[in-house]
């Protein structure tokens, strides 16, 4: 399974940015994914997730500003990311594990992730 992420750019502060994930060598949609993001100097987070069925969880940071969904017949997941501010700017991965239990509970655990993009840079100025 191969992850490839895009759409990273950079942008002013309040504005929006869509980051997409495809994922390839995958022959079901029956996966969990999210997307992390990592500062200079600062640990990976787990800005937000979504179930095979279409279940999300976000992060406190991003809440009401970041939206996942995702395509299943394309294997992919975005991240709509409106009203940005300049502590969003990180690296931004997506990751995908095969549907585990509990994974309301554990879908921040950077751990439990099988696969990973190789991330996409997002700036925002002020």
């Known amino acids: 399974v191969q992850l490839q992420a895009s759409g990273g750019g950079l942008v002013q502060a309040g504005g929006s940015l869509r980051l997409s994930c495809a994922a390839s060598?995958?022959?079901?949609?029956?996966?969990?994914m999210a997307w992390f993001r990592q500062a200079p100097g600062k640990e990976r987070e787990c800005v937000a997730a979504i179930t095979w069925s279409g279940s999300t969880y976000y992060s406190d940071s991003v809440k009401g500003r970041f939206t996942i969904s995702r395509d299943n017949a394309k294997n992919s997941v975005y991240l709509q990311m409106n009203s940005l501010k300049p502590e969003d700017t990180a690296v931004y991965y997506c990751?995908?594990?095969?549907?585990?239990?509990?994974?309301?509970?554990?879908?921040?655990?950077?751990?439990?992730?099988?696969?990973w993009g190789q991330g996409t840079q997002v700036t925002v100025s002020s």
């Open positions: 060598g995958i022959t079901d949609s029956n996966s969990d």
């Open positions: 990751a995908l594990v095969r549907s585990v239990s509990q994974y309301s509970v554990i879908w921040q655990d950077s751990s439990l992730y099988d696969y």
